[in-house]
């Protein structure tokens, strides 16, 4: 990593290795399906362990799970000091990605052969992921309407004032 690569602390900025994880994303997917993918969602980021500058970073992606024209891709972030050879995980995602023909519909995408245990776990641990995120969805969906539970959790916030 490079001083450019840098934010105001002089740690690496988390929107570069976004942009980076978007690419291994991409080169990921459009390899398994053979079609140019686009980024449907991003699930969960977390910022595990800074990364410094001069350290090398290896992200490493798989296919976890396939849809009908969708694929999870898990990508794991590692540095490594160069000089101490110390490894530290530093993020992990997993982006939807869609496949595209060149009219920029969507196309299905071939199915997963699972081979090892691990890549059985992680093809269930992205299907529960994928039950979770609708039942969120539908849970979360946008309602214009204020409910007397919803007012009441505002108006026992310790951090917000209600003055409607």
Do not use: W
């Not at 410094?52 to 009908?68: C, D, I, Q, W």
Request: include cysteine; charge should be positive.
């Amino acid at each position: 990593m490079l001083p450019s690569h840098t934010n105001f602390s002089g740690k690496i900025h988390g929107g570069y290795i976004l942009s980076l994880m978007d690419q291994i994303a991409f080169a990921c997917a459009s390899k398994h399906s053979g079609n140019y993918c686009v980024t449907a969602s991003v699930d969960t980021v977390d910022f595990l362990k800074p990364i410094e500058v001069g350290e090398l970073v290896v992200m490493k992606a798989s296919v976890n799970f396939v849809g009908r024209t969708s694929m999870v891709v898990g990508i794991r972030v590692e540095s490594e000091d160069i000089h101490s050879g110390i490894i530290k995980h530093c993020n992990s995602s997993y982006f939807t990605m869609v496949a595209k023909n060149d009219k920029g519909e969507s196309m299905p995408v071939p199915g997963l052969v699972l081979k090892t245990e691990k890549e059985v776990r992680r093809f269930l641990t992205s299907l529960r992921r994928q039950e979770m995120k609708k039942n969120h969805r539908k849970e979360t969906s946008f309602n214009t309407e204020l409910r007397n539970e919803d007012l009441e959790i505002l108006r026992n916030s310790h951090k917000v004032e209600l003055q409607y």
